[in-house]
């Protein structure tokens, strides 16, 4: 496999349940993003790792929790979502090359999330 | 703070035929990075171009150009020729790079691009 993989592709779930968001990268890429984008609106940041370790999170609700365990795999677990969560999640990845400098960022081709 | 702006919702180009999509930042960083990116209906998003704020000439990959004008602080995507397949959203974003620990991107709006045969 190459590039950035995300699963599910879509997912359908109730206000109550609690799932998880998975994001692959293939690149060697040490940063790696989750965006959110809701219908008429600009790509929203969530959050930023760079080397493992989390280093923005833009206000994001705590039913939103991301994970990254290696340089390759990022998660985004969610739990008692509401309706207006509902949107197309894409995951990013870019190396950073020391002193802020990143490369373009590749992008997954989402996951498409409905919350009923 | 950074801002990026698509005052573009939605443009419709004939096939074969060249069209300009805006883009206009703002940053107070002089050290900062352009991309354009196309996002079809399938959802991924494509990156297209790229443009640093100290590279003398604009940056072009094959069909794609961008006219980049840093006293106007506007990088506008050229498309020439335009295709049946570069029907999609194209989104504006920026990078700065010396407060931006991880390298994230600002996009703007969007627009839409409708490509009629």
């Known amino acids: 496999e190459t590039g950035v993989t995300q699963t599910p592709r879509h997912l359908v779930m109730g206000m109550t349940n609690k799932k998880s968001l998975k994001c692959e990268q293939h690149l060697g890429h040490n940063a790696m993003y989750w965006y959110k984008q809701s219908a008429k609106k600009p790509l929203e940041l969530m959050f930023v790792y760079s080397l493992e370790e989390r280093v923005e999170n833009n206000s994001v609700p705590s039913r939103f929790s991301p994970e990254c365990p290696n340089s390759s795999h990022l998660f985004l677990h969610l739990h008692t979502l509401q309706p207006e969560d509902s949107a197309l999640y894409l995951c990013a990845s870019s190396q950073e090359l020391g002193q802020g400098v990143n490369t373009e960022a590749f992008f997954g081709q989402g996951t498409r999330l409905t919350v009923v | 703070a950074q801002k990026i702006t698509q005052t573009q919702p939605g443009m419709f180009v004939q096939e074969k035929e060249a069209v300009t999509l805006d883009c206009t930042y703002d940053?107070?960083?002089?050290?900062?990075?352009l991309f354009w990116y196309k996002q079809p209906s399938s959802g991924e998003m494509i990156f297209l171009i790229y443009?640093?704020?100290?590279?003398?000439q604009n940056a072009t990959e094959g069909r794609y150009s961008l006219n980049f004008q840093k006293a106007r602080k506007s990088a506008n995507l050229v498309i020439s020729a335009s295709q049946l397949g570069d029907s999609a959203m194209y989104f504006c974003a920026m990078r700065d790079f010396l407060y931006n620990q991880g390298g994230k991107l600002i996009f703007g709006q969007g627009t839409e691009l409708s490509v009629k045969p």
């Open positions: 443009q640093g704020s100290y590279d003398q």
């Open positions: 940053t107070s960083d002089p050290s900062y990075g």
